[in-house]
């Protein structure tokens, strides 16, 4: 069993920082691409930030700049460090990751979510 577990989120004013993190555990035998989806009230899940293996990244438009995506390989772990924050970033964070699980196979999973709230 894989489980993603998250971390970070909380109330921050506009232009403070959080730093998010979502860790893998169980039985893992390498993690391809992470990722960050973000989904705010009435609108749909979209794509924040993923970085693959090898360390390369991809932002959305609106958080270049402000956000950045790191990965501890040796920790199974992801990172979302957010600087400048704007109201306009409340949502619920997922982190995302595929993983093998079986030499063979590889699984997508999802994390919890955690709630980031920009506000004044």
Do not use: H
């Not at 998250?6 to 730093?19: A, D, I």
């Not at 958080?63 to 040796?74: E, H, L, P, W, Y």
């Not at 995302?96 to 920009?118: F, H, M, P, S």
């Amino acid at each position: 069993q894989v489980q993603l577990v998250e971390s970070g989120g909380g109330l921050v004013q506009p232009g403070g920082s959080l730093r998010l993190s979502c860790a893998a555990s169980g039985r893992i035998i390498n993690i391809n691409a992470m990722d960050w989806y973000r989904q705010a009230p009435g609108k749909q899940r979209e794509l924040v930030a993923t970085i693959n293996s090898g360390g390369s990244t991809n932002y959305a438009d609106s958080v270049k700049g402000r956000f950045t995506i790191s990965r501890d390989n040796a920790k199974n772990t992801v990172y979302l460090q957010m600087n400048n924050l704007e109201p306009e970033d409340t949502a619920v964070y997922y982190c995302n990751a595929d993983i093998r699980i079986k030499v063979l196979e590889i699984r997508r999973y999802w994390g919890q979510g955690t709630q980031v709230t920009v506000s004044s």
